[in-house]
């Protein structure tokens, strides 16, 4: 299963992570994390790598509905973006495929959710391309 939709934008990544965001926010996701990967790896192991950010978007209802079907879901939760520079003026967008929540516990249940989840980052990303 390829479990990501993804974007390439011709922004710096400075300039793309809050655009992003507000992308993302305008479909009703929040984010409620942010994990600077490439500071975290230097500091941790000494590593180098590209600039690099995870975030944890979360759209509440869509996940309060996913919570009462299965509680178990959390773990699959949030929808989590990528977003990594790729050279001087390009950055590459990855959001996690909602399919996963409706795929991996296999209960019929969660599609809806997932299909809504689905169509609100499709929205996002559309709209990040334009």
Avoid: H, W
């Avoid at 974007?7 to 655009?19: G, I, K, R």
């Amino acid at each position: 299963m390829d479990y990501s939709l993804t974007l390439t934008l011709d922004l710096p990544y400075e300039t793309a992570v809050p655009e992003v965001k507000e992308a993302f926010r305008a479909q009703g996701f929040g984010t409620l994390t942010e994990i600077d990967v490439q500071a975290t790896l230097a500091d941790k192991i000494g590593k180098d790598i590209e600039p690099y950010v995870i975030l944890g978007a979360c759209n509440p209802e869509l996940a309060a509905r996913a919570l009462d079907v299965d509680r178990r879901i959390g773990l699959l939760l949030p929808c989590n973006v990528v977003v990594r520079a790729d050279g001087d003026n390009r950055t590459i967008v990855d959001a996690l495929d909602p399919q996963v929540i409706a795929e991996v516990p296999g209960d019929p249940a969660l599609r809806p959710v997932a299909d809504e989840a689905g169509t609100r980052i499709r929205a996002a990303l559309a709209e990040l391309a334009t």
